[in-house]
């Protein structure tokens, strides 16, 4: 009893009861078995790219209500949540902003976790529109284009008012929704603000027009009270949280629905695809064609200057500022996306083979260094002359060798691939004499397994090399030899 953490003594049974809560965490910290292995060197690129954007004093603070044009143009904060729970913040990010726009992939997905995709799809599309996201049109089935959208995002509100639970109050429907806004959160901060509520619905003639407009088409399901409905629709977008738990929502996505900080599965995995898909293709207002072929990630801004940020399996990120462009999205929250992409490869396409040398911080240390080494000496070995092409395209170390000292030039040699062995000489430059553990050059390899030609190729090759001072001699014939296929 009493005294400090550092000071008191922990016996078994204590311990035990200690990480009992969290042993499958702990578990995976002590085996270096996080999505993030080098987590710590990791945010130091995010907190590189914080300092970096930070500078940006580009875009204009939302003014259509007093609330967001009061906010602080310099405030500027960056949260990052692995699925493994790993947590990593800087800047202003516990300040608290209302959602906003933000709101409408979660209100999305509690729809279709509820109702189930059917019945969702059956009111709302999946279509990127084209247009303003508050402009007063439909798609072709007279249906919203999106719930990216202020009029699919409206009615995804009146889904949820009307059809799950519908004996429910507004009030109650209000505690509904943010009580699971909250699991998505992991129970951390998740408020309201009512005074952006009261000027939200006070300043919203076109979203009042949009609500109309839809009634006119029938868009609505059966009981569907408006006035109701556009309060619950304000009060989503008037909910209140910060960049820390707004990462561990976008960490809920990440994980395939399942909160990373409290393990409960909260949406189901189809529900997530469609909400994902839909962030990536309409997330970013009238950017977000630009958006997915710059940046390639699933993401939803709001006028608020947050932004959420998916990364699938990996990590939700959380960014605010409110400065926004002209097209109503944070100006720094674009810009740090466009540098993590850059230099990590977080892109949707950038895993294609030989695309990219970006980093990718879900592999270890040696990893990447090792897959590498196995690609190109496999390579080597069974004589695959296109496949050490594509890897000198791609910007690979020709001269990697294996824990023996072993260079793809070793194989070729031993297993007497000459077209592969003049490849690797004339067109990758590699040293023609390395030796690998016991002192064997190329050389010695292909004269130990009898590889006539390769033997005659090499000694040509050191021959016409100049020694030093002396000027370059010319390349050794190879008519004898195979010719480069």
């Known amino acids: 009893e009493g005294g400090s953490p550092e000071t008191q003594k922990l016996n078994r049974e204590t311990f035990k009861t200690v990480v009992s809560g969290n042993l499958v965490l702990i578990s995976r910290a002590f085996r270096n078995n996080f999505i993030i292995p080098d987590f710590q060197g990791f945010t130091k690129y995010i907190e590189e790219f914080y300092w970096k954007c930070k500078t940006n004093s580009e875009g ?163 009981k569907t009270n408006l006035k109701e409905c556009m309060d619950f629709y304000f009060q989503c977008c008037s909910m209140e949280a910060n960049c820390e738990s707004m990462s561990v929502m976008a960490a809920t996505l990440a994980n395939g629905g399942i909160c990373p900080i409290t393990e409960e599965k909260v949406l189901r995995p189809d529900s997530i695809r469609d909400v994902l898909s839909l962030m990536h293709s309409c997330g970013m207002y009238d950017y977000s064609g630009q958006f997915a072929f710059k940046v390639g990630l699933p993401a939803k801004s709001g006028v608020s200057g947050g932004m959420l940020i998916v990364i699938p399996n990996v990590m939700g990120i959380c960014t605010w500022s409110p400065p926004l462009d002209f097209m109503g999205n944070s100006c720094r929250g674009v810009q740090f996306c466009e540098e993590l992409v850059t230099v990590f490869n977080f892109h949707r396409y950038d895993n294609l083979k030989h695309a990219t040398n970006k980093k990718d911080p879900r592999r270890h240390k040696y990893e990447t260094k090792g897959l590498s080494i196995v690609n190109l000496l496999f390579s080597a070995a069974s004589g695959d002359l296109a496949a050490l092409r594509r890897h000198k395209l791609s910007g690979m170390d020709m001269t990697l060798c294996d824990y023996d000292g072993r260079t793809a030039l070793h194989l070729c040699a031993a297993e007497g691939h000459l077209h592969c062995v003049i490849f690797m000489l004339e067109q990758c430059g590699v040293p023609h004499n390395s030796k690998d553990r016991w002192g064997n050059t190329p050389l010695n390899e292909a004269m130990t397994f009898g590889r006539v030609q390769v033997v005659h190729y090499l000694k040509e090759w050191a021959k016409g090399l100049p020694s030093e001072g002396e000027p370059d001699k010319p390349i050794p014939s190879v008519e004898a030899t195979s010719p480069l296929p």
């Open 60 to 222: 204009k603070v939302a003014s259509y209500i007093p609330q967001l044009a009061r906010m602080n143009p310099d405030y500027w904060g960056i949260s990052v949540c692995t699925i493994d729970g790993q947590r990593f913040s800087i800047g202003d990010a516990t300040i608290p902003f209302t959602l906003q726009s933000c709101s409408k992939p979660l209100t999305y997905g509690i729809a279709l976790e509820t109702l189930g995709q059917e019945v969702v799809h059956g009111f709302v599309g999946q279509e990127p529109s084209g247009r303003n996201f508050n402009e007063l049109v439909l798609d072709h089935n007279k249906k919203p284009h999106n719930p990216m959208i202020n009029a699919g995002a409206i009615l995804v509100c009146s889904l949820l008012k009307t059809l799950v639970e519908a004996e429910m109050t507004l009030a109650e429907k209000f505690d509904y929704t943010m009580n699971y806004f909250r699991r998505l959160a992991g129970g951390e901060y998740l408020g309201f603000n009512n005074a952006v509520f009261l000027s939200e619905r006070e300043a919203a003639d076109r979203n009042y027009a949009l609500g109309f407009y839809m009634r006119e088409h029938k868009c609505y399901p059966d």
